[in-house]
């Protein structure tokens, strides 16, 4: 039992396993989105990052067997974790999404950056990307990007 009792906190610590007693019993949170403007033919990057250091975020070009998933949120009404629609993955890490936008899983950093085509058009879409890590388990986080007029 005190062996038991010791793996679980360890796990606890490392984000592993996620503490119980949330306040959301029975329900699973919404998804948070963090907003990234752009403006058509512009470039943000943002940085990613797992809630423990002992497995990093991989870039695209390091990724190995871990990967990158992208889905557009067409309903954030319903629960907004819901996978949504899948994006292909263009090759390279390269997403495109509606309107002339596009999202890449950065190569040689633990990035993700946003692309508005120089014709991309005024909207803001959804999207909900998933990190799969080999050696870490499931990660979620949601972005917003707006395109707006020049």
């Given at each position: 039992m005190?062996?038991?009792?010791?793996?679980?906190?360890a796990?606890?610590?490392?984000g592993?396993?996620?503490?119980?007693?949330?306040?959301?019993e029975?329900?699973a949170?919404?998804?948070l989105?963090?907003v990234?403007?752009l403006?058509?033919?512009e470039?943000k990057?943002v940085?990613l990052?797992?809630?423990?250091?002992?497995?990093?975020?991989?870039?695209?070009?390091?990724s190995g067997?871990?990967?990158?998933?992208v889905?557009i949120?067409?309903?954030?009404?319903g629960?907004?974790?819901a996978?949504?629609?899948?994006?292909?993955?263009?090759g390279?890490?390269?997403f495109?999404?509606?309107?002339?936008?596009?999202l890449v899983?950065?190569e040689?950093?633990?990035?993700?950056?946003?692309r508005?085509?120089?014709?991309?058009?005024?909207?803001a879409?959804n999207?909900?990307v998933?990190?799969?890590?080999f050696?870490g388990?499931?990660?979620?986080?949601?972005?917003?990007?707006?395109v707006e007029?020049?």
């Open positions: 005190k062996l038991w009792c010791c793996g679980l906190v796990a606890l610590a490392l592993v396993v996620p503490p119980v007693g949330t306040g959301q029975g329900k949170p919404g998804l989105l963090q990234v403007r403006k058509p033919g470039a990057r940085e990052a797992l809630p423990y250091e002992m497995a990093p975020i991989r870039p695209s070009g390091k067997r871990d990967s990158l998933f889905n949120l067409l309903d954030a009404k629960g907004s974790t996978k949504g629609e899948p994006v292909k993955n263009e390279k890490g390269v495109r999404l509606p309107d002339g936008v596009e899983w950065v040689d950093r633990p990035e993700v950056e946003f508005a085509g120089d014709s991309a058009k005024t909207t879409t999207v909900r998933r990190y799969e890590s050696a388990g499931n990660f979620v986080i949601g972005f917003r990007v707006v007029a020049k």
